[in-house]
């Protein structure tokens, strides 16, 4: 198919409104399918509040760090492993089988982590899920592109994006219901099996996609399917379509040496084209992840903790704001990338990212330079049960007491920001502290700077989730020839997973070894270099069609910065006029 990636505009969406209304067993295909962006959005954010349930459970997870991010960062150590495993069972066994596949990996997780005795055990089914995780994400927006009618297939697409963050919105939502029930964590992890659950029931009673079927030979189930989503005077068309597709897929897959991955590699990396093409799309990628979003997906109540406020309920309550946030930032990624093009919306996307990362930064700054002291006087009454390191006789801040080498915690004055006492971390010390009327903090000192780091924290969401964070996806769908698109795009994608597992499995420990200011001006420091090499690197591939791409990124006179003009004369001269 000539063009660009398939991203939904207005007329679409009318049309697969009214197509969905007409024709329910396309939105059954579709909404079956898409638990699977539910699932992997839920099992990616729900696990930002379940930690502060967990930490309070298991003493050993109070001070390490590199445990609590094991935890964390195990669905995406899976999921990188079941994405591998996702796109060849695609192709050896179906979308179908793939996806039940991926719901009894969901299943298995969600039932251990629910069981889970240790925080051992709550990491084997990390595993599960994220290799549940990586399947889902391989082959959910799969089948639905390939069971949807071709002029409504962006918009339906499109839908797997938006359950994607739904579900990270609704695990916010969940975690918050969940902080009064008894065992609370393992709630908030083991409901997920119950749309894994759902979608495995409805996948049973499902069809094949028809474009796999047909690479298998299978016609006549092929056309089967197809009359029920086309209309009865478009069905033949379709399948000519379908034969077409098929027979021009295979001679290219056929000229690069399908049988062998070295062989498409050799070949991928001998050409310039996709030699441009690769770095512009693998660099977009990772800068996607070093910005730090996942800091705020996969620890965000810890992040607002870290702000000074202490409470876990009003923790998830205020981290449901970010990814609310994050959720209408897709929608309005979706009216806006064709109109202000993919490169110039990454690039305001990255300086909002920088201004709001320095702020957050130089927030956190200021009110760890401001912390309430530690008071002898407040802390002689808890005598059992003041921190091993406290000296009565050294000055201490309440950052002095988070960073000591035992486990403390800062029990605060009734006022808060007043001087208050240092103890050791444990439930028995944090139901003293409680019992006071005084409020306990683990993880961030009381300060009045606090609301202001929300504001900046929304502000990032708010500067991200248009640009940056729905962009590369777009990017690696447009710049690739298509007969390299597969394997160019799984390097790039296994580029994204790789970086978020970096980003995932050391934020805790920078937080603790530099302090959540000093993180959190790294990450807008790296923000800063990739706006820079995103600048320097990336094309506009707005409005071009593939081949269009193709000439561009393989032209004398390329300049990444510049804008390309396929329609213009060539008088040595194929690169216009300079734009973002």
């Known amino acids: 198919m000539e063009g660009g990636a398939s991203v939904a505009g207005k007329a679409e969406f009318k049309e697969c409104l009214r197509l969905t209304w007409s024709q329910p067993y396309i939105l059954r295909l579709v909404f079956s399918a898409g638990i699977g962006g539910l699932l992997f959005g839920y099992d990616t954010g729900v696990i930002s509040g379940a930690l502060l349930f967990i930490r309070d459970d298991f003493i050993e997870l109070q001070k390490n760090t590199t445990l609590r991010e094991t935890i964390v960062s195990m669905v995406v150590a899976g999921a990188i492993v079941g994405a591998g495993l996702g796109g060849w069972m695609n192709d050896r066994f179906g979308r179908r089988p793939s996806l039940i596949i991926a719901d009894v990996l969901f299943l298995a997780g969600a039932a251990i982590m629910a069981f889970a005795p240790s925080p051992a055990v709550i990491i084997v ?38 359950l994607i963050t739904g579900g990270q919105f609704m695990a916010y939502l969940i975690n918050l219901a969940f902080t009064k029930v008894p065992g609370t964590w393992r709630w ?118 870290l702000a000074g406020f202490a409470s876990n309920d009003t923790a998830m309550a205020l981290s449901l704001i970010t990814s609310g946030l994050n959720a209408v930032g897709s929608i309005v990624s979706m009216f806006f990338v064709d109109r202000v093009g993919r490169r110039r919306l990454m690039l305001l996307s990255l300086v909002g990212i920088v201004v709001w990362l320095a702020v957050l930064g130089s927030t956190f700054l200021r009110a760890a330079h401001n912390a309430p002291p530690v008071s002898d006087v407040e802390t002689r009454p808890f005598a059992n049960q003041t921190c091993p390191e406290y ?46 009327h005084r409020e306990f903090y683990s993880e961030g000192c009381p300060n009045k700077y606090g609301w202001l780091a929300l504001l900046a924290l929304a502000a990032y969401i708010v500067s991200y989730s248009p640009g940056m964070g729905t962009v590369p996806w777009i990017v690696n769908s447009e710049i690739y020839p298509l007969r390299f698109r597969g394997i160019c795009g799984g390097i790039a994608a296994v580029a994204n997973w790789v970086s978020n597992l970096i980003v995932t499995q050391t934020f805790l420990t920078l937080t603790k070894a530099l302090g959540s200011a000093a993180t959190f001006l790294l990450f807008c420091g790296v923000s800063f270099m990739a706006l820079i090499v995103v600048f320097l690197t990336v094309p506009e591939t707005k409005g071009l069609q593939f081949k269009e791409v193709e000439k561009m990124l393989g032209s004398k006179n390329y300049r990444p910065w510049k804008r390309y003009h396929p329609e213009a004369p060539t008088k040595g001269r194929e690169i216009g006029v300079a734009m973002l």
């Open 125 to 162: 089914g990390r595993v599960f899920v994220g290799l549940g995780v990586g399947m889902a994400s391989m082959t959910a927006p799969l089948y639905i592109s390939e069971v949807s009618p071709a002029r409504i297939r962006g918009a339906l697409v499109s839908t797997n994006g938006l």
């Open 188 to 305: 908030m992890l083991g409901i997920a099996g119950f749309p894994a659950l759902l979608q495995f029931i409805l996948m049973l009673t499902l069809p094949e996609s028809p474009r796999w079927l047909y690479r298998q030979g299978r016609k006549e189930e092929t056309a089967a399917i197809l009359r029920k989503i086309y209309p009865a005077n478009e069905v033949e068309e379709e399948i000519e379509s379908l034969r077409k597709l098929v027979e021009d897929e295979m001679v290219l897959e056929g000229s690069i040496g399908e049988q062998s991955v070295f062989g498409k590699l050799k070949k991928a990396f001998g050409s310039k084209v996709v030699r441009r093409g690769l770095m512009a799309g693998v660099i977009v990628q990772v800068a996607q992840q070093f910005v730090g979003i996942n800091t705020v997906m996969y620890y965000s109540p810890t992040i607002v903790q």
């Open 391 to 436: 000296n009565p006789n050294v000055h201490w801040s309440c950052m002095d007491c988070l960073r000591a080498a035992s486990t403390c915690g800062f029990c605060a004055h009734e006022g808060n920001l007043r001087p208050g006492a240092c103890l050791a971390l444990n439930n028995e010390t944090r139901g003293v502290c409680h019992a006071d």
